[in-house]
Structure formats: C-alpha cells, structure tokens
C-alpha cells in the first residue's frame, strides 16, 4: 500500500500541535500536511494506553471510538500546521461534530502503529469534513468520515 505525498513534512510531535495531553494524545508524529490533508502516526502500547487493561483484557484491542479519535486528532494537527486556521492555532480548538461510515476492518493491538490518512473534503469555517483512514502494517483497520466543529477556546 502506497501512502499518498503531502507537499510539507513536519515530523512533529503531536504535542506541539494539539491540545490534548496524555493519556488522551493519540498523535505521535505528524509525518507530512499541505492544504489537501495529512498523514499522522501514533504507536499504542500497554504502557501508556490504560484502556487495555478492560477493554478485552485476555484479547485486548483498540476500542473503535479511541481509534476514531485518534484519526480525528491526526487530521486537526495537519490543519495546525499547515497553517489552516488563518493564524489562530494557539486558540483554536476542535470538536467532533459528527462521525459517519465509521468502519472497522481488522483488531488493532498492543503494539500497532496506526497510520492515518486525513482528506480535506470541505473547509468552510466553523465546519471541515474529513475522510480519515487508518492503517495498521499497510492494511485498511478503519476508516470513516468526520466533521469537526472549529471554534476558539
């Protein structure tokens, strides 16, 4: 599976981009953005995701709204920065709105990094659609369609 080009890498932390904070940071890196989407990545491991130890704890797996989340995150991080905010990064703030054709293929597990891939589908303020796809080892583990609500704090 063939990843598709971004015009910008950023190899960021997600922690420099986002307002979230362990344990709910599920951005690692964002690889590369431009104003068509982003790719981002983030590891789960026992360690630092407590969700395992209930969540099927003799099979323990990613729940699917974490793995939705994760994707959501990714694709706010691309829109900070490649500067789509129109300069209001440190203020803004980012509200799932609406979640659709949330599917999810294969069990994601201690261990598995998550490859999102994040597509602009619409930017009209205070709304941006996405289409969002995770990938674990270059298979499709879920995807879906989301619109976040963009305000400031």
Known sequence: MELPTFKCEYNRPGIE???HRPPFLFVDTLIAADETGCIGEYTY???????????FPDYPIVPGVVLVES???????GLVAHGLLGGAEKK???ILAQVEGARFRKPVTPGCKLVTVAKIVRLRKPLVTFELKGYVNGELACDCSVKC???EK
Do not use: R
């Open 17 to 19: 981009l986002l307002p």
């Open 45 to 55: 491991t026992l360690e630092k995701n407590d969700f395992f130890k209930g969540h």
């Open 71 to 77: 994707m959501a995150q990714a694709a706010g991080a």
């Open 92 to 94: 803004a703030s980012f």
């Open 149 to 151: 609500m963009l305000g």
